[in-house]
C-alpha cells in the first residue's frame, strides 16, 4: 500500500543524486474528449461542465429519443466541497443529485456482440477514469538531476498512482528505489 500524501509534491531523492517528483498533472487530457469512449454522458449542471457535448436541453428530451434503444444508467453527483460521480446515488440527502444519463446505444453493443452486463462493466469502467480526471486524480512525475535540470518525465496518470502506470514508467533503474520511498512504513 502507497502514502500518497507523503508521496504527492514531496521530492524523492535517489541514489545517484537525482530527484524524482511525482504530482498532480494540472494540465491533463479530458478523457471524454481526447480518447475515445464507448458510452456518452449526458448531463445538466449550471456549475460544472460534466461529460459529453449534446443537443438535448431538457432531461425528457433525451429520454424521449433513447428510451427503449439504449442502454441507459443514471449519472449522480455527490458535490460537498468536492464533486464525484457515480452511477449510484450517494447517501447523502443534501450533496446528492441525478445531474444525468450514461448511455450506449443498442445498436452500438449489438455490433460489438456485448451483453447488457459487459455494456454496464465498459461503462461503470469508463465513468471510473473520467471520475478521476473529475476530481484532479491524475499524476506525472519529474526527473532531474543535481542541477535541477530536468532529465526526464511523464503526465497524464489518471487514477491511482500505482495502477495507473505511472510507476511502471519511471526508468527502471530508479522503481524499486522510487517504490520503496512510497510505502507506508
Same mark, same amino acid.
Given at each position: 500500500?502507497?502514502?500518497?500524501? /507523503? @508521496?504527492?509534491?514531496?521530492? #524523492?531523492?535517489?541514489?545517484?543524486? =537525482?530527484?524524482?517528483?511525482?504530482?498532480?498533472? $494540472?494540465?491533463? *487530457?479530458?478523457?471524454?474528449?481526447?480518447?475515445?469512449?464507448?458510452?456518452?454522458?449526458?448531463?445538466?449542471?449550471?456549475?460544472?461542465?460534466?461529460?459529453?457535448?449534446?443537443?438535448?436541453?431538457?432531461?425528457?428530451?433525451?429520454?424521449?429519443?433513447?428510451?427503449?434503444?439504449?442502454?441507459?444508467?443514471?449519472?449522480?453527483?455527490?458535490?460537498?466541497?468536492?464533486?464525484?460521480?457515480?452511477?449510484?446515488?450517494?447517501?447523502?440527502?443534501?450533496? /446528492? @443529485?441525478?445531474?444525468?444519463? #450514461?448511455?450506449?446505444?443498442?445498436? =452500438?453493443?449489438?455490433?460489438?456482440?456485448?451483453? $447488457?452486463?459487459? *455494456?454496464?462493466?465498459?461503462?461503470?469502467?469508463?465513468?471510473?477514469?473520467?471520475?478521476?480526471?473529475?476530481?484532479?486524480?491524475?499524476?506525472?512525475?519529474?526527473?532531474?538531476?543535481?542541477?535541477?535540470?530536468?532529465?526526464?518525465?511523464?503526465?497524464?496518470?489518471?487514477?491511482?498512482?500505482?495502477?495507473?502506470?505511472?510507476?511502471?514508467?519511471?526508468?527502471?533503474?530508479?522503481?524499486?528505489?522510487?517504490?520503496?520511498?512510497?510505502?507506508?512504513?
Amino acid at each position: 500500500m502507497y502514502k500518497y500524501k /507523503n @508521496a504527492i509534491g514531496h521530492p #524523492i531523492r535517489l541514489h545517484d543524486g =537525482k530527484t524524482l517528483l511525482i504530482t498532480k498533472d $494540472e494540465y491533463s *487530457v479530458n478523457p471524454r474528449k481526447d480518447m475515445d469512449t464507448f458510452s456518452t454522458i449526458v448531463a445538466w449542471h449550471n456549475d460544472y461542465i460534466v461529460g459529453d457535448k449534446h443537443k438535448y436541453r431538457t432531461p425528457k428530451d433525451f429520454l424521449d429519443e433513447w428510451e427503449g434503444k439504449a442502454y441507459i444508467y443514471d449519472l449522480f453527483m455527490y458535490q460537498h466541497g468536492m464533486a464525484y460521480l457515480s452511477m449510484e446515488p450517494f447517501n447523502d440527502v443534501w450533496g /446528492n @443529485a441525478q445531474v444525468g444519463y #450514461i448511455y450506449v446505444p443498442k445498436s =452500438k453493443a449489438e455490433s460489438e456482440h456485448l451483453s $447488457e452486463e459487459q *455494456v454496464y462493466e465498459i461503462v461503470k469502467s469508463e465513468l471510473s477514469i473520467y471520475n478521476d480526471w473529475f476530481t484532479g486524480n491524475v499524476y506525472g512525475y519529474v526527473l532531474e538531476d543535481e542541477d535541477w535540470n530536468c532529465v526526464d518525465s511523464c503526465w497524464g496518470f489518471i487514477g491511482d498512482i500505482e495502477k495507473s502506470g505511472l510507476l511502471d514508467s519511471i526508468p527502471e533503474e530508479y522503481r524499486e528505489e522510487v517504490s520503496s520511498a512510497l510505502l507506508v512504513q
